[in-house]
């Protein structure tokens, strides 16, 4: 399984940006895909998940601001952010928790977030 993101870039304060994760390759059963972001200098943190089934879970920070999406028959998964912050600078990844594939987890190359103030 592989996962390819895209959309991250430079936005100003209050702009909006939307990334997009395809996964490509053998995905059995149910499973869970996400953002996380990691700041420099700090641990990758969860931003947002969302189950096959459409259950989401989204970090504090980003509560009403951001959105995950998914499209299941197409394994993508979206982050729609809004009123975006310096603060969210970070490189972005998605992740795909996949309990029946040969492996649990599988992360995607991060793509960049950048909010200038």
């Known amino acids: 399984v592989q996962l390819q993101a895209s959309g991250g870039g430079l936005v100003q304060a209050g702009g909006s940006l939307r990334l997009s994760c395809a996964a490509s390759g053998t995905i059995v059963g149910g499973n869970v895909m996400g953002w996380y972001r990691q700041a420099p200098g700090n641990h990758r943190v969860l931003v947002a998940d969302?189950?096959?089934?459409?259950?989401?879970n989204y970090a504090d920070s980003v509560k009403g601001r951001f959105t995950v999406s998914r499209d299941s028959a197409r394994n993508t998964v979206y982050l729609q952010m809004n009123s975006l912050k310096p603060e969210d600078t970070a490189v972005y990844y998605c992740?795909?928790?996949?309990?029946?594939?040969?492996?649990?987890?599988?992360w995607g190359k991060g793509t960049l977030v950048t909010v200038s103030s």
């Open positions: 992740k795909l928790t996949c309990p029946l594939c040969k492996a649990i987890d599988y």
């Open positions: 969302i189950t096959r089934g459409g259950s989401t």
